[in-house]
């Protein structure tokens, strides 16, 4: 079992930045990618972003590209994603998952563990 909590949602002005965390316990080892989705009310959950452990191949939706960084810090079993030129369109609560291998990346299908989410409000 993986368990993922994720934190530093909260509200910030268009134009801003945000970094979110997301901690990472128990079998990481049967996750070895991680990746983030987000939700917002009344649509589909979108990928964002997913990197690997291991090497750090990283990938990026289209509609963030550009504007996010995931990276990660093994030490602490934590991954990163660094949001940068807020849009009010990103508003949403933004996941953080995990699954082995690296096939299916951007489908949130494919993902076995998740966290709770937290909140990214961005005001216009």
């Known amino acids: 079992q993986v368990r993922l909590v994720e934190s530093g949602g909260r509200l910030v002005p268009a134009g801003g930045s945000l970094r979110l965390s997301c901690a990472a316990s128990?079998?990481?080892?049967?996750?070895?990618?991680m990746g983030w989705f987000r939700q917002a009310p009344g649509k589909e959950r979108e990928f964002v972003a997913a990197?690997?452990?291991?090497?750090?191949?990283?990938y990026y939706g289209d509609s963030v590209r550009g504007r996010v960084t995931i990276s990660t810090d093994n030490a602490e079993n934590t991954v990163y994603l660094q949001m940068n030129s807020l849009e009010p369109e990103d508003t949403a609560v933004y996941y953080c998952?995990?699954?082995?291998?690296?096939?299916?990346?951007?489908?949130?299908?494919?993902?076995?563990?998740w966290g709770r989410g937290t909140q990214v409000t961005v005001s216009s």
């Open positions: 990197i690997s452990w291991s090497g750090g191949n990283t």
């Open positions: 998952a995990a699954k082995p291998g690296n096939t299916g990346i951007e489908t949130y299908t494919r993902y076995i563990y």
């Open positions: 128990g079998r990481t080892v049967s996750a070895s990618t």
